[in-house]
């Protein structure tokens, strides 16, 4: 069974950057996608970034292109984010999710997910 742990959320000062992991604790990916979702309070889970887990091709969304980075280590079943410039509007809980639909931004598309890691961004 997929369990997926993120980690590396904190607060940051606008301009500065985390890297945000997420690591499959039970066992390798299966899933075709891996992606990372944000959802602040108040508002809708929204999308941030995918990666192909064979091919590592990406997908982001336009508020982060340019600034956020997926990658994966397929040697240690982990997925990251490294997010720079960061922006108090980036305030969000970020969630790891695994599913099957390539480069989907969809949620409904992604079946595995974390519970979440904190990113609070201050002015």
């Known amino acids: 069974q997929v369990q997926l742990v993120e980690s590396g959320g904190g607060l940051v000062q606008a301009g500065g950057s985390l890297r945000l992991s997420c690591a499959d604790s039970?066992?390798?990916?299966?899933?075709?996608?891996m992606g990372w979702f944000r959802q602040a309070p108040g508002k809708e889970r929204e999308f941030v970034a995918a990666i192909s887990w064979s091919a590592g091709r990406t997908n982001y969304a336009d508020s982060v292109k340019g600034r956020f980075t997926i990658s994966r280590d397929k040697a240690k079943n982990t997925v990251y984010l490294q997010m720079n410039s960061l922006k108090p509007e980036d305030t969000a809980l970020y969630f790891c999710?695994?599913?099957?639909?390539?480069?989907?931004?969809?949620?409904?598309?992604?079946?595995?997910w974390g519970q979440g890691t904190q990113v609070t961004v201050s002015s």
């Open positions: 999710a695994a599913g099957v639909v390539y480069y989907s931004s969809r949620a409904s598309d992604y079946h595995y």
């Open positions: 039970r066992r390798a990916f299966t899933s075709n996608m």
